[in-house]
Nanobody, 133 residues
């Protein structure tokens, strides 16, 4: 059973930090590029960050560059992959539901493709992040 389970969301004051986690299982997610997206009420889902299969290549959305850091931990037995999103210097405009996603196409790593929600096969249920001013 494929599962992407996000955790770590919550309420934080502006300038604070949160660390989101995404536990992915049920596929060999170590072979998948992984991404984070977010969606605020009434807005489209927005690309936040993505990390390549081996973790050697990373993209960030312009609104989070310099503040957010993505990383991943591929379990030695490939049974589970965990992706993290360290969020620092949070702003009220970062308030959204944050989603983890997985892209199974190993040939895909162009920015214009990775930022698209249609490139991802699997999604988590989301975790709420609220930043108060």
């Amino acid at each position: 059973q494929v599962q992407l389970v996000e955790s770590g969301g919550g309420l934080v004051q502006a300038g604070g930090s949160l660390r989101l986690s995404c536990a992915a299982s049920g596929r060999t997610f170590s072979n998948y590029a992984m991404g984070w997206f977010r969606q605020a009420p009434g807005q489209e889902r927005e690309f936040v960050s993505a990390i390549s299969r081996g973790g050697t290549s990373i993209y960030y959305g312009d609104s989070v560059k310099g503040r957010f850091t993505i990383s991943r931990d591929n379990a030695r037995d490939n049974a589970r992959t965990t992706v993290y999103l360290q969020m620092n210097s949070l702003k009220p405009e970062d308030t959204a539901v944050y989603y983890c996603a997985a892209d199974s196409d190993i040939s895909r790593w162009r920015y214009r493709e990775i930022v698209s929600t249609t490139s991802y096969d699997y999604w988590g249920q989301g975790t709420q992040v609220t930043v108060s001013s």
